[in-house]
């Protein structure tokens, strides 16, 4: 694999969140090689030579974002706009599977057991990102049966049923109704963008697993006045709720999620790692959420990891400063599977 050195075979990987769905509709041909004038780096050949065995795929949908982007709806809809963003990459899914790119996952016996063979489809687990496109409580059954088995409820800007990290606002009556529907059908709570009201109240109410799928580490993110980073990164106090709930974090790369005011690094995605671990008092919830394009290109990845084929990277870094081999797995795919398996039909 490109870009590291191994004492042995480097560990296949687990991301835990990439917006395919989104970077194809914007243009990008997953199928094929990134070309030279890209200012983006994922494609499925890309992930496939960076051992990533298993992605959580998302359907994302912006609420208020730019009119005529394919997964955009405005501010005051009713939910049909963000019904039509959401199933229109839902489709770009399921053609990808029909042509034997992509292998969707719908239950715990259809999780990868290894690493990607040559010719496999790469395994594909629907997270929705933003829960604006269940119009209604009772639509939620028909996503589970689309295949959507992780939702966060909101985005930055909020959504219909909750507040996000830059919407101040718990659950709405609709987020309340959504979290027992999810815990009704088995679907994953994942916390990434919720407001801080939203967060506890959410973990207050769900029984079912939460995770949080690309968050890093509040404390890590002090502005030059001292200053924690804002809501779009996990507390320390967020990370010891999520502990109890036996959940997992995966590590965010782009840049200024990692270090506040210069260009990240390597070490600065394993600070990030290790002070999970510490406030939690185990490494059993590290895990990577790359959001690899998601609306970040290379430049703003951390040097040495600004490539799909250099995630392996990581975990070199992880084993270098001391990490077992169980662990440096466990931060690879190990992690993400114990969940996955626990929590999926």
């Known amino acids: 694999m490109a870009g590291t050195e191994h004492d042995g075979p ?7 969140h990439l917006d395919l769905a989104t970077i194809g509709l914007c243009g990008r041909d997953l199928l094929a090689e990134r070309a030279a004038d890209d200012s ?4 499925i050949p890309a992930l496939r030579r960076g051992g990533v065995g298993l992605v959580l795929a998302t359907i994302f949908t912006e609420r208020g974002g730019s009119p005529g982007d394919p997964v955009a709806y405005p501010e005051d809809d009713d939910g049909r706009a963000a019904e039509i963003a959401g199933r229109r990459q839902l489709d770009l899914y399921r053609d990808l599977e ?4 992509i292998r969707l996952v719908r239950t715990a016996a259809e999780l990868p057991s290894g690493a990607l063979r040559a010719g496999d489809p790469l395994p594909a687990l629907l997270l929705m990102e933003c829960a604006d496109p269940i119009r209604t409580v009772d639509d939620a059954a028909w996503w589970f049966d689309a295949g959507v088995r992780i939702v966060g409820l909101a985005w930055a800007r909020g959504s ?7 919407a101040p606002g718990g659950l709405s009556p609709l987020g309340r109704e959504l979290v027992a529907a999810f815990d009704e059908l088995g679907i994953i709570h994942d916390v990434s963008h919720l407001s801080s009201a939203g967060f506890d109240e959410l973990l207050a109410r769900a029984t079912g697993a939460v995770v949080a799928s690309h968050s890093n580490c509040r404390a890590l993110m ?5 200053a924690e980073g804002g809501e779009r990164h996990l507390s320390d106090a967020q990370i010891r709720a999520l502990a109890a709930r036996d959940a997992v974090i995966g590590l965010n790369l782009f840049g200024r999620f990692l270090h506040p005011s210069e260009r990240a690094t390597i070490d600065d ?3 990030h790692l290790e002070h999970v671990a510490a406030v939690a008092g185990t490494r ?4 990577l ?4 394009d998601g609306g970040f290109g290379p430049a703003e990845l951390p040097e040495g990891v600004d490539d799909p084929e250099r995630l392996p990277s990581l975990p070199a870094a992880l084993a270098s400063r001391g990490w077992s081999a169980a662990e440096v797995e466990g931060f690879a795919h190990r992690n993400w599977l114990r969940l996955l398996r626990q929590a999926l039909p």
Do not use: K
């Open 10 to 16: 480097a560990p296949w990987i687990v991301d835990g």
């Open 40 to 43: 983006g780096c994922v494609t």
């Open 98 to 101: 029909a042509r034997g790119a």
């Open 160 to 166: 219909r049923a909750a507040g996000g990290n830059a």
């Open 222 to 226: 002090r502005r030059a006045d001292g």
């Open 269 to 271: 995605c394993v600070a």
């Open 284 to 287: 059993r919830m590290a895990a």
């Open 289 to 292: 959420g790359s959001d690899l």
